[in-house]
């Protein structure tokens, strides 16, 4: 038991990461002898990964089609009713991503993005092929297994395959770099609904005439799949030993800037005359955060964070929380959009696809807008706020949305949700890598993702159970069988944004050392620290008080230095 734990203490400790100088020259060309590798090259390469990975976001339009094949026809009025027998493949499916992606996380930065995108393209073609063998021979327990266990392994390890490396090559633009990592993954929602409809025969699920069928679309699109993510895994690579841009690497974490290149700037000096020594204090960040130097420069990258450390930090542990409540809405809306569209609000299922796809282009362009707005802002935390504010409007508005039949109000709900849905995921990335530098992201973000994953099984499958429950009680009214759902993932909406508020992003509010009795700490809008000690006494400090108390941490960090030194 001893060996089992101290495995995983180890597993989750080290993400270093050995070359030999072969592979690193091997590495500075995309074709050997003919085109250098050239770090814009891996923005293309993530799209198409992604993409391909995205198709997870079509499932809905499985859902009828699979169970009319295995079933039989399930019909009210000549509309084929959903038995959420099927929509469970994909709650378990987005489970198993989010536990693959926490476990291979630190692997993955160990061994390279290649070797975890290979391995996810590949469990990803398998997981196709038995859903298809499963569908075929009338299996949907070889269903849960290919698509669900197989194939959610393989989208697990591939969704987090091109982000480390972007974060890493693009420390000057984390936002624009995650957005870019995963709105492929949007994209693939746009055009899978068209390509599974068209494959598998436009009526199939109401009268029963196919096209090619439900096996043979698992089939065609998983291979077309595989071809284009392994083309794309061969661009895949971190960056050499060393690499920065303006100063800032891979353990450099947001606010430190200044202090860690101030200390490389006078690392000829001993460190008893840079103690000595005055350093102009450094110009307020965007986030209030005043790098006051004075008389120290802590060493390079002093700052940064160990794995280990960064996971059991009380702001990664908000963090999670946060991003559990910001994607359960989404991720519920998006596995059932189209059976709402076509049972609650009566129309065809070419509607139904269509409007997926819109839903898809929403969740892409929350990918893409709000991490690129969070370079320009210079912070993440406040558009998290805004999303999950939205997010708790939009859903409160909803149930009466369609039990009104009012279908342009019921869209744009739907839209907007989608669209902070996708704008998480965007920003989640280049968030830890601001906390915890991008060197631990790989595993980090592998291991957010199981708050996604525990939305989607734990979540999941309450709102199927409370969603048959409420078809039991109204039939043949369905109107309003999602109400009680909504009502529920309200409650985590509004926890979210209550939780959000007291991460902690300021460099100063993350390291100052808690004073006896404090309970919890955060800033107002004016940037004034306020600490609630035991007892609930509240105190807010001035600028003068935190500047002295923050000279007084970096002097004892030298100190601690100059004896190590001696």
Partial sequence: MNRLGNLIVWHYSSTHYERSEKQLEREKWLIPGLVRFNRYFLMPAAVLIQVCCGSLYAWSGYNLPIEREIYGPNLAKGVAVDRGQASNVFFVAVAVFGVTAALLGPWLERNGPFKGAVLGTCLFYMGNLLTALGVHVGSLPLVFFGYGFVGGAGLGISYIAPVSPLQKWFPDFRGLAAG???????????????????????????????????????????????????????????????YSVNGVDIHTVKGAEELDNARAASAALPVSNAIEDKVEEAKMDRDHTVVNLHSVAPAKNVFSMT????????????????????????????SKIQSIVQNQLGKNATEAANINSILGGCNLLGRLVLPTLSDYLGQRKPLFMLSLACQTIF??????????????????????????????FGLIPAFLSDQFGS???????????????????????????????????????????????????????????????FIPTNLRDRRL??????????????????????????????????????????????????????
């Fill in 180 to 242: 870019l990592a995963v709105c492929g993954f949007g994209a693939g929602s746009i055009f899978s609904p068209f390509t599974q409809k068209a494959l598998i025969g436009e009526t199939f699920a109401n009268t029963g005439i196919k096209n090619l069928g439900v096996s043979l679309t698992f089939v065609i699109l998983g291979s077309c799949y595989f071809a284009c993510m392994l083309l794309a895994s061969f661009v895949l690579r971190m960056p050499p030993p060393g």
């Fill in 395 to 424: 859903l409160a508005v909803l149930p009466k949305a369609i039990g009104d039949k009012t279908y342009g109000l019921t869209l744009s709900c739907a839209f907007i949700i989608a669209f902070f849905y996708g704008g998480g």
């Fill in 439 to 501: 060197k631990n992201v790989g595993a980090t973000h592998g291991v957010i993702l199981t708050a996604w994953a525990m939305a989607g099984v734990a979540g999941g499958l309450v709102f199927n159970a409370v969603y048959k429950s409420e078809v039991a009680r109204l039939a043949p009214d369905l109107l309003h069988a999602y109400d009680l759902n909504f009502h529920w993932i309200l409650a985590f909406t509004s926890f979210g944004l209550l939780v959000s508020f």
């Fill in 307 to 334: 794995l280990a450390q960064a996971l059991s930090s009380i702001e990664y542990i908000l963090m999670y929380i946060m991003f559990l409540c910001n994607e359960i809405t989404g991720l519920l809306i998006i």
């Fill in 513 to 566: 050392p808690k004073l006896e009795g404090e309970r919890i700490r955060f800033r107002f809008v004016n940037g004034r620290l306020v600490r609630v000690f035991k007892g609930f006494k509240v105190r807010m400090y001035s600028r003068a008080e935190e500047d002295a108390e923050w000279d007084g941490y970096l002097k004892g960090i030298a100190a601690q230095e100059e004896t190590i030194k001696v």
